[in-house]
């Protein structure tokens, strides 16, 4: 939109009418359903409060004196802009975010930038263009997919159905170490297929906080090398990051301005050097393998990485409007019409993600029983007893009660029953082995216990003995170090609680301090003594102050 900012001037009746005025105005001034106005700056409309949009432009504005067509049928009369449009202005509209349709349409305003580039037939492109395509076609197979076609295929659909002008119900989660290019794909999406103005590359500030204004209007939002997280503020991060992965609707907050509600066209990228997701075991995030081989070493004169480094080379040669253009329009002509966000396919590290975060009572069950390919034959009572001996063996400070246990149970299918008035548990070594695939609690890298050991569980340690929380079963040093990253999480979330509720202390104690009213200090009491010498007669009362029974002291 190439337009001047609003100008003053433009309202002098020496240049324009009444009604070319107001047709200015409402060209730079669009009042919201929320309270809220939409401003006409630098091309784009931004979102202001009431009172900034009046003391800024309203109040400074002249009254228009000369004559034209007011409304109030004297043309005489001077006309106040700030009253017509405050109070008699009736083109009220509500915000959108709406791909490649008009800025003003039915009752809303679009504040939706459109999109960098416009489709053309791929075939029309030039042959040299068509090959710089599939060297970035090559990147994303070798590199992101890591040579998996089913990955490959469904990354794809999820860049064309986003530039389609669709919203993915699905993360795309980049983890791997710097270097080995999981960035580079996002750089040429942002800056030569959607365009700056609807790509975002941020930190974790947006979901952090609620001033998320950044994110409004935004296709595409990557979250760009996230920090590890405490398990406290990760639950609030991830129930923001699924709302925005999911919710139609988005509630946009900012600073001076009243929030409101719109059209959430977000589709969202994590990329990130560190486990910083706790919870991608979840249906929303989608976990590449990440390719390790295409990694730059410097200072390194080897035949590989040599080849290395012309292969990067060569995907620079992409990053340019006209390739950027080519791509767009070849992912358009990907069919999406059987896609589905939240159906793709599992990934090793998906599978990686599976097994380090299954609950206390599945790894239970993983080692104890389904690893031995033992038949789960026991009372509720004697099972409960047994678990809760695993968690003390192996470190677990909060195991399931025995009520939660039967609820984790029932999910996953096994149901008690009741023999001689005892609640008792049987699954079959078979039936186990299915549960334990269908909910991915098996790793590669596990080993099933050996022919002898297949019905001998591991020798418990006794909890009152010198051996009391130590496991008697073999432990990896992945695990060792899994084990111990969750209880400086612990620790260092007990510290915070701990500062946090000294503080809170601290602040009470003041409070009560600078609000409690001191004690008046009541007026000293004389002290009546009745004297009663040795007659019969009646004492005769005294009054004895403090200075006189000082005088009385001093002269003993």
Known sequence: MDIQNFDFKQLSPKTRTLKQCLEYLKTYFVPLVDGNHAVLENGNYVIKDQPTVKKVYFDRMPKYKAGGDGD???DSKAFDFSNWYFKKYTDIRSITYELNKDVLFDDKINLCPRLKNRYQSFESFSKATQNKVAVMLNYINEVLANGNKPVYSYLLQWLAFMVKGNKNDSILYLKSKQGFGKSTLLEFMREFVVGENLALETG??????????????????????????????????????????????????????????????????????NDAIMDDDGRRYFILDIANHRQV????????????????????????????????????EVDTSTYRAQNFPVTQAKLDSYAKRLESHETFLKYNYVLRKAELKTSVGELYEEYVTYCRGNGILKPLTKIDMGKKLKELGIEPYKSNDKLKIKVSAEALQELAKSHNWIHETDEYYDAESTNQKAELPDPNGLDAGISCEHVDNDEIGRRLLDKEKECNELKEEHERMRLELEELRKWKAENTPKPRE???????????????????????????IAKATKAK
């Open 522 to 548: 009541e007026p000293k009491k004389k002290t009546i003594i009745s004297l009663i010498d040795d007659s019969d007669e009646e004492g005769e009362n005294v009054d004895v102050s403090d200075s006189k």
């Open 204 to 273: 974790s500030a947006p979901i952090l906080s609620n001033f998320n204004a950044i994110l409004g209007g935004k296709l595409l939002v990557y979250f760009e090398e996230l920090e590890t997280f405490s398990i406290a503020q990760w639950m609030s991060i991830s129930s923001r990051l699924k709302r925005y992965a999911t919710s139609s609707t988005i509630t946009i907050e900012d600073k001076n301005m009243k929030a409101y509600t719109t059209k959430n066209i977000m589709n969202i990228i994590v990329a990130s050097n």
């Open 297 to 332: 070493i410097p200072n390194c004169d080897t035949p590989r990485n040599r080849d290395n480094v012309k292969f990067w080379a060569d995907v620079r040669t992409c990053f340019n409007d006209e390739v950027g253009h080519a791509f767009y329009c070849y992912l358009m």
């Open 72 to 74: 109030d049928g004297d």
